[in-house]
């Protein structure tokens, strides 16, 4: 059986592998920096997010290759939408535990992590249910999607997940909830100053990197026919790379803020903690 893949699938798999490595990597610095909780959510989110952007790079590849690889490559991609469901989870707890601290975001208030953890479910479990990835034929009038006994195709054909309104919806609904755990760390950017200011900011631009990320990619199939068109370069490439550059800044913001120090009170004097907390009020 000769092995097919769509080209500029195949590239963009040698794109997504070093992103892969680069967060996975980046989650163990992060871990490394300390054994605090905050560092342990955030070395899980990252190992999520690798794994997703992984296996994301390799299901589009091997899923025209007959029966037994389609379903696996839809099992890859229902462990991806697992991934991406806990990564939101343990940003908005992190954001709490900058907020409150760790024994009230994870010890008073385990009902609200109870009810985080249940959204994060359901929405991994609809997601799972309305997304599939689908081979269509292309030499079709009009195309088609291959049944799984007709792969690997003959002639021309395209890989990608089904665009269906119930599973954008979920989508939607996905990115909302990546959006209140930003949202999270901007209300508490404001209340802070100085380093702590500095720190906040970073993380929260980098967990907003995904969410954007997924947005321009659900956005892109209906911007790119009214782009123009450059002599000698394939937009679908120049796209999808710019799609996986924002991606690639989520690891890098987050580790970038982890790694600023924040003092303890005891190492500041009071007159400049007194400065700093009348520079955060309004």
């Known amino acids: 059986m000769v092995f097919v893949y769509e080209p500029l699938k195949f590239i963009m798999l040698f794109l997504k592998i070093p992103n892969c490595l680069l967060s996975i ?45 389609y379903t696996l490559a839809n099992i890859f991609r229902d462990v991806c939408m697992i991934m991406i469901a806990l990564i939101p989870l343990c940003f908005i707890q992190a954001g709490f535990i900058i907020k409150e601290g760790e024994e009230i975001a994870l010890h008073e208030k385990k009902l609200r992590l109870i009810l985080s ?9 609809a997601m799972i249910s309305t997304d599939s990835i689908i081979v269509m034929d292309k030499t079709a009038h009009p195309p088609h999607p291959f049944l799984p ?21 979920f989508y939607i609904s996905f990115v909302a909830w990546y959006v209140f755990g930003v949202f999270l ?20 631009f980098g967990i907003l990197m995904i969410p954007i990320g997924i947005v321009y990619f659900i956005v892109q199939p209906y911007i790119m026919p009214l782009l123009p068109v450059v002599p000698g370069v394939d937009p679908k490439f120049v796209y999808n790379l710019v799609g996986q550059i924002i991606w690639a800044f989520s690891p890098i913001l987050v580790y970038i803020g982890m790694r600023v120090r924040v003092p303890l009170e005891s190492e500041v004097p009071r007159a400049k903690l007194e400065n700093e907390v009348k520079a955060a009020k309004p």
């Open 185 to 204: 760390m901007f209300f508490q950017q404001r209340r802070e100053a100085g380093v702590k200011r500095n720190r906040t900011r970073y993380i929260m």
């Open 25 to 69: 990597i980046l989650a163990f610095r992060i871990k490394k920096l300390s054994n605090y909780i905050l560092n342990y959510l955030f070395f899980i989110s990252f190992i999520g997010w690798g794994i997703f952007i992984g296996l994301d790079g390799l299901l589009y590849i091997i899923a025209p290759n007959g029966a037994f690889l």
């Open 117 to 125: 953890f249940i959204v994060s479910f359901v929405i991994s479990i």
């Open 149 to 169: 006994d007709e792969l690997p195709p003959t002639g021309a054909f395209s890989v990608s997940f089904d665009p269906n309104i119930l599973a954008n919806l």
